[in-house]
């Protein structure tokens, strides 16, 4: 079994910083990606970022600039670095895993977190 626990959200006001952590935990040989994403009020889930295994990163154009991934391997754990927040951050962020490898049940192409809230206000 795979969990991922995020951790590090909050209320925070525009221009304020926050970082967010996840862990991944259980029978896991490899990740390839980790990601977050995240889920306004009334919207769609959105990607934010997203790293590879090898440290290759993706970013939404609304954060580049703004936000930094990054991810420990050894520990199975993704972190997202936020400065220069704004109201349009507020959300539900979640953790995501791509392509698993576990020791148990094999591949498993992707796991969610439950989601850390971040709210952002003017």
């Known amino acids: 079994q795979v969990q991922l626990v995020e951790s590090g959200g909050g209320l925070v006001q525009a221009g304020g910083a926050l970082t967010l952590s996840c862990a991944a935990s259980?029978?896991?040989?490899?990740?390839?990606?980790m990601g977050w994403y995240r889920q306004a009020p009334g919207k769609q889930r959105e990607l934010v970022a997203s790293i590879t295994s090898g440290g290759s990163t993706n970013y939404a154009a609304s954060v580049k600039g703004r936000f930094i991934i990054s991810r420990d391997n050894a520990k199975k754990a993704v972190f997202l670095q936020m400065s220069s927040l704004k109201p349009d951050d507020t959300g539900a962020y979640y953790c995501?895993?791509?392509?698993?490898?576990?020791?148990?049940?094999?591949?498993?192409?992707?796991?969610w977190g439950q989601g850390t809230l971040v709210t952002v206000s003017s």
């Open positions: 995501n895993a791509e392509a698993i490898i576990t020791t148990t049940r094999g591949f498993l192409p992707e796991d």
């Open positions: 259980g029978s896991i040989f490899s990740i390839n990606a």
